[in-house]
Protein backbone atom coordinates (compact mmCIF):
# COMPACT_ATOMS: atom_id res chain seq x y z
CA UNK A 1 0.00 0.00 0.00
CA UNK A 2 1.00 3.19 -0.52
CA UNK A 3 -0.42 6.63 0.35
CA UNK A 4 0.95 10.58 0.49
CA UNK A 5 -0.37 13.47 1.76
CA UNK A 6 0.80 17.34 0.94
CA UNK A 7 2.17 18.95 4.37
CA UNK A 8 1.82 22.29 2.29
CA UNK A 9 2.57 23.32 -0.80
CA UNK A 10 3.28 26.77 -2.59
CA UNK A 11 5.37 29.40 -3.43
CA UNK A 12 5.81 29.58 0.78
CA UNK A 13 6.98 26.31 1.38
CA UNK A 14 6.35 22.61 0.05
CA UNK A 15 6.64 18.99 2.05
CA UNK A 16 5.02 16.24 1.36
CA UNK A 17 5.05 12.83 3.19
CA UNK A 18 5.05 9.54 1.52
CA UNK A 19 4.29 6.10 3.17
CA UNK A 20 4.70 2.92 2.38
CA UNK A 21 3.22 -0.40 4.42
CA UNK A 22 4.38 -3.85 3.47
CA UNK A 23 3.17 -6.59 5.33
CA UNK A 24 3.69 -5.05 9.41
CA UNK A 25 6.37 -2.68 7.88
CA UNK A 26 5.34 1.14 7.49
CA UNK A 27 7.99 3.27 6.08
CA UNK A 28 7.80 7.18 5.74
CA UNK A 29 9.26 9.23 3.55
CA UNK A 30 9.83 13.09 3.90
CA UNK A 31 9.64 14.87 0.40
CA UNK A 32 11.36 18.42 1.16
CA UNK A 33 10.96 20.70 4.16
CA UNK A 34 10.22 23.69 2.68
CA UNK A 35 8.13 24.24 5.58
CA UNK A 36 9.52 25.35 8.91
CA UNK A 37 9.97 22.72 11.43
CA UNK A 38 7.41 22.99 13.90
CA UNK A 39 4.53 23.75 11.33
CA UNK A 40 6.10 19.67 10.02
CA UNK A 41 5.77 19.08 13.27
CA UNK A 42 2.61 20.15 13.54
CA UNK A 43 0.85 19.16 10.21
CA UNK A 44 2.61 15.19 10.72
CA UNK A 45 0.91 15.39 13.66
CA UNK A 46 -2.61 16.30 12.62
CA UNK A 47 -1.92 13.15 10.09
CA UNK A 48 -1.21 10.90 13.13
CA UNK A 49 2.56 11.04 12.36
CA UNK A 50 5.33 12.36 14.22
CA UNK A 51 8.93 13.58 12.84
CA UNK A 52 10.79 10.49 14.94
CA UNK A 53 8.57 8.27 12.65
CA UNK A 54 10.44 9.40 9.61
CA UNK A 55 13.02 6.97 7.65
CA UNK A 56 14.52 9.15 5.27
CA UNK A 57 14.20 13.00 3.53
CA UNK A 58 14.64 13.43 -0.26
CA UNK A 59 15.26 17.08 -1.22
CA UNK A 60 14.56 17.64 -4.92
CA UNK A 61 16.14 20.76 -5.51
CA UNK A 62 17.69 24.25 -3.52
CA UNK A 63 15.86 26.43 -3.74
CA UNK A 64 14.51 27.54 -0.16
CA UNK A 65 10.99 27.01 -0.82
CA UNK A 66 12.14 23.04 -1.00
CA UNK A 67 14.78 23.11 1.77
CA UNK A 68 13.68 25.25 4.10
CA UNK A 69 14.79 23.28 7.40
CA UNK A 70 16.17 20.26 6.37
CA UNK A 71 19.84 20.48 7.98
CA UNK A 72 17.98 21.35 11.37
CA UNK A 73 15.34 18.58 11.00
CA UNK A 74 17.81 16.16 9.81
CA UNK A 75 20.08 16.48 12.94
CA UNK A 76 18.08 17.04 15.16
CA UNK A 77 16.55 13.59 14.70
CA UNK A 78 19.14 11.57 12.91
CA UNK A 79 17.16 11.07 9.27
CA UNK A 80 19.18 10.65 6.33
CA UNK A 81 18.57 12.83 3.81
CA UNK A 82 18.60 11.86 -0.12
CA UNK A 83 19.67 14.56 -2.74
CA UNK A 84 21.60 14.98 -5.94
CA UNK A 85 25.24 16.20 -5.70
CA UNK A 86 24.15 19.32 -7.59
CA UNK A 87 21.82 19.86 -5.05
CA UNK A 88 24.32 19.51 -2.21
CA UNK A 89 26.55 21.74 -3.51
CA UNK A 90 24.34 24.78 -4.78
CA UNK A 91 23.20 24.91 -1.35
CA UNK A 92 26.94 24.89 0.03
CA UNK A 93 27.12 21.66 1.24
CA UNK A 94 26.36 21.48 4.76
CA UNK A 95 27.77 19.18 7.43
CA UNK A 96 25.48 16.36 7.60
CA UNK A 97 27.07 14.40 10.27
CA UNK A 98 27.08 11.17 7.76
CA UNK A 99 23.53 11.58 6.98
CA UNK A 100 24.04 12.68 3.79
CA UNK A 101 23.03 10.29 0.71
CA UNK A 102 23.53 10.85 -2.84
CA UNK A 103 20.83 10.30 -5.39
CA UNK A 104 20.95 9.89 -9.31
CA UNK A 105 18.48 9.78 -12.21
CA UNK A 106 17.11 6.67 -12.11
CA UNK A 107 18.76 5.17 -9.85
CA UNK A 108 16.49 3.22 -7.24
CA UNK A 109 16.25 3.91 -3.81
CA UNK A 110 15.51 0.81 -1.40
CA UNK A 111 13.45 2.49 1.49
CA UNK A 112 12.50 -0.91 2.84
CA UNK A 113 9.77 -3.62 2.59
CA UNK A 114 8.64 -3.32 -0.82
CA UNK A 115 8.81 0.58 -0.84
CA UNK A 116 10.99 2.03 -3.46
CA UNK A 117 12.01 5.80 -4.55
CA UNK A 118 12.90 6.45 -8.06
CA UNK A 119 14.91 9.75 -8.44
CA UNK A 120 14.32 11.45 -12.02
CA UNK A 121 15.81 14.34 -13.54
CA UNK A 122 13.02 17.36 -14.21
CA UNK A 123 14.01 20.70 -16.38
CA UNK A 124 14.00 23.60 -13.61
CA UNK A 125 16.41 26.34 -12.90
CA UNK A 126 17.97 24.42 -10.06
CA UNK A 127 21.41 22.55 -10.17
CA UNK A 128 20.16 19.26 -10.61
CA UNK A 129 16.62 18.78 -9.41
CA UNK A 130 15.49 15.00 -8.91
CA UNK A 131 11.08 13.95 -8.57
CA UNK A 132 9.91 10.64 -7.44
CA UNK A 133 8.14 8.11 -8.72
CA UNK A 134 7.19 5.04 -5.79
CA UNK A 135 6.21 1.98 -5.85
CA UNK A 136 5.34 -0.93 -3.58
CA UNK A 137 5.72 -3.38 -6.58
CA UNK A 138 2.25 -3.24 -7.38
CA UNK A 139 1.15 0.66 -7.39
CA UNK A 140 2.41 3.56 -8.41
CA UNK A 141 2.68 7.13 -7.36
CA UNK A 142 4.35 10.52 -8.96
CA UNK A 143 5.53 14.15 -6.97
CA UNK A 144 6.22 16.35 -9.29
CA UNK A 145 5.99 20.21 -7.92
CA UNK A 146 8.33 21.93 -10.30
CA UNK A 147 9.33 21.59 -13.52
CA UNK A 148 9.30 24.26 -16.53
CA UNK A 149 7.86 22.38 -19.27
CA UNK A 150 6.13 19.42 -20.56
CA UNK A 151 9.20 17.58 -21.22
CA UNK A 152 8.53 14.04 -23.06
CA UNK A 153 11.90 12.78 -20.54
CA UNK A 154 9.37 12.37 -17.43
CA UNK A 155 6.62 10.79 -19.26
CA UNK A 156 8.41 7.49 -18.49
CA UNK A 157 8.00 8.26 -14.52
CA UNK A 158 4.44 9.29 -14.69
CA UNK A 159 3.36 6.87 -17.18
CA UNK A 160 1.28 3.90 -15.47
CA UNK A 161 0.73 5.90 -11.98
CA UNK A 162 -2.18 4.84 -9.77
CA UNK A 163 -1.96 8.54 -8.45
CA UNK A 164 0.11 11.70 -8.75
CA UNK A 165 0.79 15.32 -7.19
CA UNK A 166 2.05 17.25 -10.23
CA UNK A 167 2.50 21.08 -10.62
CA UNK A 168 -0.26 23.47 -11.96
CA UNK A 169 1.73 26.80 -10.86
CA UNK A 170 0.12 29.51 -12.59
CA UNK A 171 -2.19 30.55 -15.29
CA UNK A 172 -0.88 31.92 -17.94
CA UNK A 173 -3.49 34.88 -18.44
CA UNK A 174 -3.36 35.52 -14.91
CA UNK A 175 0.76 35.86 -14.98
CA UNK A 176 0.70 37.47 -18.08
CA UNK A 177 -1.69 40.32 -16.85
CA UNK A 178 -0.52 40.34 -13.42
CA UNK A 179 1.51 42.24 -10.71
CA UNK A 180 5.01 40.82 -11.01
CA UNK A 181 7.48 42.55 -12.71
CA UNK A 182 8.95 41.45 -16.59
CA UNK A 183 11.68 39.96 -15.69
CA UNK A 184 10.00 37.40 -12.98
CA UNK A 185 7.02 36.37 -15.17
CA UNK A 186 9.89 35.82 -17.72
CA UNK A 187 11.61 33.13 -15.33
CA UNK A 188 8.48 31.64 -14.28
CA UNK A 189 6.66 31.46 -18.11
CA UNK A 190 10.42 29.61 -19.41
CA UNK A 191 11.59 26.55 -20.31
CA UNK A 192 13.16 26.10 -16.96
CA UNK A 193 10.64 27.29 -14.95
CA UNK A 194 7.28 26.64 -13.48
CA UNK A 195 4.28 24.47 -15.41
CA UNK A 196 0.76 26.44 -15.99
CA UNK A 197 -2.15 24.90 -16.12
CA UNK A 198 -2.61 24.29 -19.91
CA UNK A 199 1.65 22.93 -19.90
CA UNK A 200 0.28 20.30 -16.57
CA UNK A 201 -3.00 19.28 -18.76
CA UNK A 202 -0.57 18.59 -21.71
CA UNK A 203 1.27 16.89 -19.75
CA UNK A 204 -1.33 14.36 -18.58
CA UNK A 205 -3.06 13.93 -22.06
CA UNK A 206 0.09 12.78 -23.50
CA UNK A 207 0.88 9.63 -20.37
CA UNK A 208 -1.15 6.82 -20.36
CA UNK A 209 -3.33 7.50 -17.67
CA UNK A 210 -5.49 4.32 -18.02
CA UNK A 211 -4.58 3.13 -14.48
CA UNK A 212 -4.86 6.58 -12.74
CA UNK A 213 -6.86 7.17 -10.07
CA UNK A 214 -6.22 10.43 -8.46
CA UNK A 215 -4.91 13.86 -8.99
CA UNK A 216 -3.01 16.83 -6.95
CA UNK A 217 -2.52 19.88 -8.05
CA UNK A 218 0.63 21.55 -6.01
CA UNK A 219 2.67 24.31 -5.85
CA UNK A 220 -0.12 26.86 -7.01
CA UNK A 221 0.46 30.30 -7.10
CA UNK A 222 -1.29 32.53 -4.90
CA UNK A 223 -0.51 35.62 -7.03
CA UNK A 224 -1.06 33.81 -10.57
CA UNK A 225 -3.63 31.13 -10.36
CA UNK A 226 -6.56 29.79 -8.57
CA UNK A 227 -8.06 26.46 -7.60
CA UNK A 228 -10.70 26.39 -9.80
CA UNK A 229 -8.85 27.19 -12.88
CA UNK A 230 -6.04 24.55 -11.93
CA UNK A 231 -9.53 21.84 -11.28
CA UNK A 232 -10.69 22.67 -14.89
CA UNK A 233 -7.60 22.32 -16.80
CA UNK A 234 -6.69 19.10 -15.20
CA UNK A 235 -9.99 17.66 -15.54
CA UNK A 236 -10.45 18.28 -18.50
CA UNK A 237 -7.10 16.70 -20.21
CA UNK A 238 -8.19 13.79 -18.31
CA UNK A 239 -12.11 13.55 -18.94
CA UNK A 240 -13.08 13.86 -15.05
CA UNK A 241 -15.05 15.41 -13.20
CA UNK A 242 -13.96 18.77 -11.41
CA UNK A 243 -14.22 17.75 -8.43
CA UNK A 244 -11.97 14.26 -9.04
CA UNK A 245 -9.14 16.74 -9.17
CA UNK A 246 -7.47 17.92 -5.40
CA UNK A 247 -5.61 21.02 -5.05
CA UNK A 248 -2.56 20.94 -2.22
CA UNK A 249 -3.08 24.11 -0.24
CA UNK A 250 -0.31 26.38 1.61
CA UNK A 251 -1.71 26.04 4.59
CA UNK A 252 -3.28 22.52 5.02
CA UNK A 253 -1.75 20.48 2.49
CA UNK A 254 -3.85 17.93 0.89
CA UNK A 255 -6.02 15.16 2.29
CA UNK A 256 -4.28 11.61 2.25
CA UNK A 257 -4.54 9.65 -1.33
CA UNK A 258 -3.90 6.18 -1.32
CA UNK A 259 -3.65 3.43 -3.67
CA UNK A 260 -3.62 -0.37 -2.84
Known amino acids: ?27 RLLVDCGLGIRTIAQRLGEAGNAIAQIDAIFITHEHSDHVGCMATLALRHG ?37 EALPFSVPHDAREPLHLRCSDGAHHIAVLTDLGHASPSVIPYIAGCHAMLIEANHDAEMLKNGRYP ?39 SAENNRPDLARVALAEALDWSHDDIDVAQQRGGSPWIQVG
Open 1 to 27: MLRFKSLGSGSSGNTTLIEGRSGTTTR
Open 79 to 115: IPVWMSHGTYTAIGEPELHGLLRIAHHNEAIDMGGAF
Open 182 to 220: VFLKRRIAGANGHLANAQTAELLRAVNHSQLQRVVAAHL
